[in-house]
């Protein structure tokens, strides 16, 4: 921080009023101070939009940052992660990375974490004022959606408790098409309420997979979708295993082989099995930019804050969009309460497995819990034996009423999910 200059252009944003600033902004040069020493960022990701969020974070004021990946440097990834060197291939991206930054930006900490994202105790993402995603898997970002949201508490009137919110900034890039949304849980969209915006992923019919492939897409869908469970039954594919993949891509190749097929390569099995779009590095830098201006007003709030989703598309020329989209208020993620409806006389037992049969909540409940506010309703583990008796005891009687919040708890969920428990005489109701 005391490189003369250095901060000239940020300090014009943040120690002067203008005419775009966000509501309830306040000149004052102790917010760098605050972005420099106090304010903790996470960077999920650091291949090629997390190298750039990770340089524009650094680049714009922020001390104390955090980066977490799980992957290993690979030399395909040299032409545009361009934190990375011939001589890192084979290290830790979040390591490299980090150090890469230090040393190139004076006063600034960046701190590694070499590991799934699933690793992590929730007390571990709940300590940081952002979490910005740089991610190329859906499946990761409805993940820390689900961190990011279990924070999330209401009070008494339905209203988000503003102390409780964990604020999101998403970027994806696709080629020369890109993204950057804030996900502000309890207030805009969270990841779940928009989930439709993603197409579903291209699938080859199996007979044809089988039968008559035609490029070395199908040569390797075919060995990682029937070869696989057929010479390898009894281990699950993981896409981010290097041997699994390998395999894939050995197997793909003697059957592009049989048929004449050219141009299976491991890094096009990488592409094929995880559905990897090409990355375009302009892309990356672009959204990556508009992530880190969204982190910077939302800390500082220095300028009014994007509502809520960005796109880019530089397919022919550069085109950009701003969309406002809605929460979906029965959201299973970030809404006060899913709501479900119950007979009055049903017990415990039978709210239970009204809740696992519910195709809304399909595969996300194995063996739940239950709660109501501070009182456990029924417990697996330590507290079963103590709590079974209450699977057989009425609804009404255990939650006092014939409406509350239900907290249910598995090992298949992230966090708790919220239920908005209605008891309905259905009897007096045909009546009526």
């Keep these: ?43 999920v990701g650091a291949g090629g939009l997390g190298c750039e969020l990770l340089k524009d974070l650094a680049l714009s004021g922020f001390g104390q940052i955090d980066v977490i990946d799980m992957d290993t ?33 004076a006063g600034v900490q960046v701190t590694p974490h070499f590991c799934r994202i699933e690793e992590k105790p929730l007390d571990f993402y709940e300590q940081f004022h952002v979490i910005i995603l740089g991610l190329d898997s859906l499946e990761a970002r409805r993940y820390m959606n689900q961190v990011a949201c279990s924070f999330l508490a209401f009070k008494e009137d339905g209203s988000p408790d503003m102390s409780t919110i964990k604020p999101v900034i998403d970027g994806g890039t696709e080629g020369f098409k890109g993204h950057a949304r804030v996900i502000l849980p309890g207030f805009s969209p969270c990841f779940e309420c928009t989930l439709w915006l993603f197409p579903p992923q291209t699938k080859f019919p199996l007979c044809t997979l089988a039968e008559t492939p035609r490029s ?4 390797i869908e075919y060995a990682h979708l029937i070869q696989w469970g057929q010479e390898r039954q009894e281990e699950e594919f993981d896409a981010d295993v290097e041997e699994h993949m390998r395999w894939v891509c050995d197997q793909a190749t003697k059957r592009a082989a049989q048929f004449g097929i050219a141009g299976v390569t491991y890094q096009l099995t990488q592409g094929v099995v995880k559905n990897i779009i090409p990355a375009i590095a302009s892309t990356n830098a672009i959204v990556a930019g508009a992530c880190t201006l969204e982190a910077l007003k939302l800390i500082t709030v220095c300028s009014t804050g994007m509502n809520n989703y960005m796109m880019y598309v530089g397919t022919d020329g550069i085109y950009t969009h701003t969309v406002q989209y809605e929460r979906d208020p029965a959201c299973l993620i970030c ?61 009404k009687a255990l939650i006092g009423g014939t409406q509350a919040i239900l907290q249910i708890n598995d090992k298949k969920l992230v966090a708790p999910l919220r239920i908005r428990l209605s008891l309905t005489d259905a009897d007096s109701e045909m009546a009526s």
């Design 73 to 105: 440097i690979d030399v395909s990834n040299l032409n545009r992660q361009f934190l990375f060197r011939l001589k890192d291939v084979g290290k830790p991206k979040a390591e490299v990375a980090a150090t890469a930054i230090t040393a190139r930006v």
């Design 335 to 395: 809404s006060t309460g899913v709501p479900l409806e119950a007979p009055a006389s049903s017990t415990l037992q039978q709210v239970i497995d009204m809740l696992q049969a519910d195709p809304r909540f399909e595969g996300k409940l194995q063996s739940p819990s239950v709660s109501c506010g501070s009182h456990n309703l029924y417990m697996r583990g330590v507290f079963e034996e103590e709590t079974r008796p209450n699977l057989s005891k009425a609804m």
């Design 216 to 219: 070395p897409a199908h040569c």
């Design 1 to 43: 921080m005391d490189v003369p200059g250095r901060w000239k252009d940020l300090d014009n944003l943040l120690t002067r009023p203008g005419n775009i600033v966000g509501p309830g902004f306040e000149p004052d040069p102790a917010l760098r101070e605050f972005l420099h020493d106090s304010c903790r960022v996470l960077c």
